[in-house]
């Protein structure tokens, strides 16, 4: 089964909350209206920020809000920051140290790496803000 993590899942719920928002957000805020845990939120609204998807802003009147247009930003984008480089095998060459040991005689070595290749880029057209609607 393809399967999306936990963490990736729970990002993207995340980064739709930024979708309408008016103003920044706060870490509380963020938790009242995804419920998820707060230790998660603060994780993940890291990932986010290390990413360049979001802002952070700090002080009493600080907060979080997304870094460009939610239209700019993908579904791709959400997951890679959370979980690095998407890939379906090892042999999709997005992780050279782990690799398969079969990679070099496999037949499906290239065909995943076409797969995986277009599972990105549908990735890559569909924005937060369409998965918002």
């Known amino acids: 089964m393809l399967r ?7 990002g993207l719920v995340i980064a739709t909350v930024f979708v309408d928002a008016e103003g920044l957000l706060t870490t509380r805020d ?3 209206r995804s419920k998820i845990p707060i230790a998660t939120v603060r994780k993940l609204l890291k990932y986010m920020v290390d990413a360049g998807l979001l802002n952070s802003f700090r002080g009493n009147k600080g907060g979080y ?3 460009c247009p939610a239209s700019e930003i993908s579904v791709a984008d959400i997951i ?3 979980d690095g480089p998407i890939s379906l095998t090892d042999c999709t060459g997005i992780h050279p140290d782990n690799r398969c040991s079969l990679e070099a005689t496999c037949p499906l070595a290239h065909k995943w790496c076409e797969v995986n290749k277009e599972i990105v880029e549908k990735l890559q057209s569909v924005s937060i803000k369409e998965i918002t609607a």
Do not use: S
């Open 4 to 10: 999306l993590g936990r963490l990736p899942d729970y």
């Open 30 to 32: 963020v938790v009242q």
């Open 65 to 67: 809000k997304l870094a």
């Open 80 to 82: 890679q920051a959370i």
